[in-house]
Structures are given as structure tokens and as C-alpha cells.
């Protein structure tokens, strides 16, 4: 006389062991039959989606069948597409909660690269949550920190299109994801603390613009911190806290952001060195995010002694160029065309991060066909 109480219904009726193939197979077709979130179905999906990620961690550990139907069932786009209905904050949150507990605790690399393989973590990390609903927020947060702490030279791909970006550009990108949320929390709740939490992140964008070996990394973090800076869509409060100290209040004389302006500092220096390993474009938006800084109302607020360092290094570039305009013929022409070139089609962040052949070996010479931006500074002409 039970039967027709069955939550699941369709003669199916649920195996006895919560751990097993079988299990998993009766969950699918839940899932299958329940594609649309309504008041009368919430409660299952939730259980179900609790009841998968066990199923999954075991799997992981004692039958890899487990995996292999969940992946041949795509079973992930099921979470998707539960996302996508705005299904409210009971059903996201178990969600998360699922899709957390699942990637702390797998740990056999094979069964992470499968649920790494298609795009549909990526669309869960983009996806626009309810992040009004705290618990929400925190999940959500909570995932992307498991997400970063998987991050290697093996699942670094799965996160981009392109192979040759490194761990720590991922991380830049899943921590601006958390910079955004948590500034906006923290905005709502107070206002006059919004300058202190960005700092966190901050100094992890800024310990990445080194450029001794390459300029890669150092690249993606430049294009993120002038994005933020040039962005009338984010808040001008949320753009001072990421990009200016808090200033003495008994003090009217601007301010700006002094350790990240000695790594842009730094970096200027270095590619007016001889066999610097620093791109013209890297050095482009070096410049232009420390005319953002320390430039108001046209007018320099720089400090002495950054003022000094940069007068130094522009001796050491007039030297440099001096240089090859003696040594070499074609200089002249090649000055003329890059500077024709760049003036014609001015550097524009975005399109900069969708070019495929920011990937590639830096050039030494604009006439490979390439940008000149993408070139390198300070190399000899081949």
C-alpha cells in the first residue's frame, strides 16, 4: 500500500545500497524526470543531488563504472539546467554544497580531469547567483576556493581555451570572481570597511607582476587591475579600495597605491634592460594603469623618489635606442612602422585578452606578421 506514496514514482523503485551503480541510475532518471524545478519537486532534486555526490566519492574510491555513467549520462548539465531556472536559494545552495563536497574530496586524478572535461563548471562559475541570500555568497565563495586549490600544470586547461597559461593567471581569474561578490557584501553591510577586504586579493594580483622570466602572468594581472580601473560599471568606492590606500583623513594631498606602483615601477625599468624578457603591449598597459594611478586632474602626484625612477629609466631607454639607431640600418624604418602601426589600431584590453597570439612566443622583430605590441623591448633586431 506504499507504493503510490513513492516520491520517485514510475514503477522505479530506489536500491537498497545508497552506494552503487544502480543507485546512481535510479538518481539519473530522477533527475530526468524531474528537469523542471517546482514547489512539489524541490525537496527531491535536493535530497538527489545530496544522495549523487556521495555516490560520486565512492565511486572514485572503489568502482570507476560509477564515473563512467555519470560522465556517458552527462549528468553535470542536469546542474545546469537546474541553475539556469532561478530555482531559489533552497535548490542553489544544496547545489553548491553538492558540487563542494564533491571536488574536495575526489581524489583520483582521472575521475577530476572527466568532470573538468566539458564546459560546464566554467558556466557554473559564471553564472549570476542570488548572492542578496548570504548562504548563497558563501557556497558559492566556498567553491571557488576548492576549485583554486585544484588548480595544475594537468587541469589548467580545462579552466581556458589555451594550454600555455599558468596556475597563477587561473587564480586571478577565481579570485576577481570572489572580489566582486565579497566587495559587494561588504558594501551593503558597511560601507566605511569596503577599502580593507579587496587588500586580500589585491596583494595576490600584485606578487604576480614579476617579469624577470616572462611577463605572462604579470600581463593578465596589468590587464585586470586597468580593466577595474577604467570600468564605469564598477563602483567608484570598489575601484579606490582595490586601486588606492585609505588616505589620512587629516590629510587632504592624494594618494595612491605605493607598493603596486613600484611593481609598475619595476617593471619599466626592467624593459629598457638589454635581453629583457617584457612585450611592448606589457609594457603599454604598465603605463597606461600608472597614468590611471597617479595622474589626477593632469597633474602628477608622484612622489619623489618614483619620479626619480622613472626619469632613470627613461634615460636607459634613450640609451638603449641610441644604440641600435647606430648599429642598425633598418632601425628607422622599423621605429616608423611600429609606430604607425600601434596608432592605427590603439590597444584595447578586451580584444588584447581574446587574441590567441597573446599565447604564443613573444616575437624579437615586428615583421613576423604579428602586433608589434606582442614584440619584445630591449632586443636586438633579428
Not at 530506489?14 to 524526470?33: A, D, F, G, I, R
Not at 586571478?172 to 570597511?193: C, K, M, P, Q, T
Not at 589620512?248 to 597605491?257: E, G, T
Request: hydrophobic content about 40%.
Amino acid at each position: 500500500m506504499f507504493r503510490s506514496r513513492s516520491w520517485f514514482g514510475g514503477g522505479m523503485w530506489k536500491p537498497k545500497n545508497p552506494h552503487s551503480l544502480e543507485t546512481l541510475k535510479y538518481l539519473y532518471n530522477v533527475l530526468s524526470k524531474n528537469q523542471t524545478v517546482s514547489e512539489s519537486n524541490r525537496g527531491l532534486l535536493v535530497e538527489s543531488l545530496r544522495s549523487i555526490a556521495e555516490i560520486l566519492i565512492w565511486g572514485d574510491q572503489n568502482d570507476s563504472s560509477v564515473f563512467d555513467f555519470f560522465l556517458e549520462k552527462n549528468m553535470l548539465s542536469f546542474f545546469l539546467n537546474i541553475l539556469k531556472q532561478r530555482c531559489g536559494s533552497y535548490v542553489c545552495v544544496q547545489l553548491l554544497q553538492t558540487l563542494n563536497i564533491l571536488f574536495e574530496n575526489i581524489r583520483n586524478e582521472t575521475s577530476l580531469y572527466y568532470l573538468l572535461s566539458n564546459n560546464h563548471v566554467n558556466s557554473i562559475i559564471v553564472h549570476k547567483f542570488d548572492f542578496s541570500d548570504e548562504e548563497v555568497m558563501a557556497y558559492y565563495i566556498s567553491f571557488l576556493k576548492t576549485l583554486s586549490l585544484k588548480l595544475n600544470s594537468h587541469t589548467i586547461h580545462f579552466f581556458y581555451n589555451e594550454v600555455s597559461m599558468n596556475k597563477e593567471t587561473s587564480k586571478v581569474f577565481l579570485y576577481y570572481e570572489v572580489v566582486l561578490v565579497d566587495s559587494g557584501r561588504i558594501h551593503r553591510e558597511n560601507a566605511s570597511i569596503v577599502r580593507t577586504t579587496p587588500g586580500i586579493f589585491l596583494e595576490t594580483i600584485v606578487s604576480t607582476l614579476v617579469c624577470f622570466e616572462n611577463d605572462y602572468t604579470a600581463l593578465f594581472s596589468l590587464c585586470l587591475l586597468y580593466a577595474i580601473a577604467i570600468n564605469k560599471g564598477v563602483g567608484t568606492e570598489l575601484t579606490q579600495s582595490i586601486l588606492a590606500p585609505a588616505t589620512d583623513s587629516a590629510s587632504d594631498k592624494p594618494s595612491y597605491n605605493s607598493s603596486l606602483v613600484d611593481k609598475l615601477i619595476d617593471i619599466v625599468t626592467l624593459s629598457c634592460q638589454p635581453g629583457c624578457r617584457v612585450r611592448l603591449v606589457t609594457l603599454e598597459v604598465t603605463i597606461l594603469l600608472l597614468k590611471k594611478l597617479v595622474v589626477r586632474d593632469q597633474t602628477s602626484i608622484l612622489s619623489d623618489a618614483h619620479l626619480a625612477a622613472i626619469v632613470n629609466a627613461k634615460e636607459e631607454s634613450t640609451s638603449l635606442l641610441r644604440n641600435f639607431y647606430k648599429s642598425e640600418d633598418i632601425f628607422l624604418d622599423m621605429f616608423q612602422f611600429e609606430y604607425d602601426q600601434i596608432q592605427k589600431k590603439p590597444l584595447n584590453v578586451e580584444y588584447l585578452m581574446m587574441d590567441s597570439k597573446m599565447l604564443l612566443p613573444p616575437a624579437g622583430t615586428p615583421l613576423t606578421g604579428n602586433n608589434p605590441l606582442t614584440a619584445l623591448t630591449g632586443n636586438e633586431i633579428t
